[in-house]
């Protein structure tokens, strides 16, 4: 009486099953198999359905089967060494005398050598909408007291917890156990603890809100690679500020991108309704072409987890309170579901390739010398490991060994494509290192440029853009001043146009890739592209030619 799972589902698109009772041995291993296929698949998560037959029909078990088939998947998942979750159960609309329901249950594995699932989410919003009292809410796990007390934990400046805003980039972590809970700082964990007991862990990029640090959030965007961006827009203020600018940086990007109105504890309902209307008004706009998806019940919060991950169109809007905490459990349920935009297969080739670390945060630590943060692109790196950083002001690469690693702030042995981690230098010295660098395998031979093309867009500027024009550049972790060379097939540029462009950078050549996305202003003037040539210096080339060409 079973009827078999299509092997060919997707990562995302759960096994549809109809009922698993009473299976034979051979049934059993072969589901259980199956099973870790899936897992495997979904690196670590994988979500199915039960009462629902294999072309999609919601068939619908009585209770009794129903509850014999969660046993049996129960059984294949300690099998497999997961835990399951029952995410929601439904009655369908059937006129049988027995009501018949379908289940949706979330599968995740324990981790092996505490490999935990990581997503990163980038923090956006507009100063003031309750970015960071939200994540010392989610975070920390007690409410906030409508004074700012719950965004003190997440301040690292004086300045900042003297003015409530955030300047510098900060990083906090919510972690999910297998079971599905919710494991933060509420019970006095340290984070070494969250990463120990966490199967999967979501780590919040927060972004500063204000305009003056815009070139900070830019940066944020583009060399952290998250996975998601959450924006954040206060209910009673509105599409304010950086709003706009904040959601258009994520959209040039191709940034996924989930809205979460916060502060509906401060206004009437039909102020709230107000700025979601507002809201799903500038999302259905030709530029943006979403679809927004409010949540009002877990049951939304199921559907906008699994549509989100399917579709780049779908933007889910939850409407929340850090003060009363309304709806803040509908947000955990979509970030216990997220799945992983890449699937293990994904990552796996990316695991392949040669190592290339971006160098984005460098520290001096007492009794363990030089440290850097920033992304595993590829590869696979381990402690002990040697690596070339580079390019130098002239265009070198230098050897170094590291040391030690540590992810979310516990040791790691191997670091693998996609992950972000702090690495220990050693005795390398500091002065010779800089944001925007990367640490690559000896064998790569890197390709660094003083000159490149990019195809690029002008999205505002309030002249003309022509060839002398100087802009700063945003490409991944690298952020520096270049100048127009040449516009290529016309003489200038006004907003809106489209053109290739050489840029030549200022202070020192960098490690380019052909295709990666390219963010440049200056002033008020605006633009995105892709680089699609570059004309390498070769090693011999000293600073003196990078000057003169």
Known sequence: NNIGMSSLVSAFSPPLQLKLIDPTQYRFE???????????????EAVYQIGVDDNGML??????????????????????????????????????????????????????????????????GNVDSGKSTLLGVLTQGEL???????????????????????????????GFNSKGEVVNYSES??????????????????????HKYLKTTIFGLTSYCPDFAMLVVSANTGIAGTTREHLGLAMALKVPIFIVVSKV?????????????QLERILKQPGCNKVPLVVSTADDAVTAAQQFAQSPSITPIFTVSSVSGESLNLLKVFFNIIPPLSNSKEQEELMQQLTEFQVDEIYTVPDVGTVVGGTLYSGICREGEQLVV????????????????????????????????????????RSLLRKGMVMVSPEMNPTICWLFEAEIVLLFHAKTFHK?????????????????????????????EKAVVCFKFIKHPEYLKVGAKLLFREGATKGIGQVT?????????????????
């Open 30 to 44: 072969h589901l259980a198999t199956q099973m870790k296929w899936r897992l495997q698949e979904g690196r670590g």
């Open 468 to 496: 002398g024009f100087q802009v700063t550049v945003h490409v991944g972790n690298i952020r520096q001043t270049a100048t127009v060379k040449a516009v290529h097939g016309k003489e200038e540029l006004r907003t809106g």
């Open 390 to 429: 580079g390019p130098t002001d002239s265009g070198q690469f230098l050897k170094l060994t590291v040391c030690s690693i540590q992810r979310n702030r516990s040791a790691c042995r191997v670091l693998r494509a996609g992950q972000a981690a702090t690495l220990a230098l050693d005795t390398f010295d």
């Open 59 to 124: 068939v619908g078990l009585s209770e009794e089967d129903l509850r014999s088939s969660l046993k049996t998947l129960g059984r294949m998942a300690e099998k497999v060494g997961a835990d399951i979750t029952i995410l929601r159960e439904r009655e369908v609309d059937h006129d049988a005398d027995i009501p018949r329901k379908i289940a949706e249950v979330l599968i995740r594995k324990v981790p092996d050598d505490q490999q935990f699932l990581d997503l990163r989410v980038a923090v956006l």
């Open 189 to 210: 964990r340290t984070a070494e603890e969250i990463c120990e007991s966490a199967s999967k862990m979501i780590t919040f990029i927060d972004l500063a809100g204000h």
């Open 144 to 174: 906030d007291n409508g004074r700012g007390r719950a965004r003190l934990n997440l301040f690292r400046h004086l300045h900042e917890i003297q003015t409530g805003r955030t300047s510098s980039i900060s990083f906090e972590i919510l």
């Open 265 to 277: 504890d401060l206004c009437k309902r039909d102020t709230v309704e107000r700025t979601v209307r």
């Open 533 to 549: 040539k570059l004309q390498p210096v070769s090693q011999s080339q000293q600073r003196t030619d990078g000057r003169s060409m």
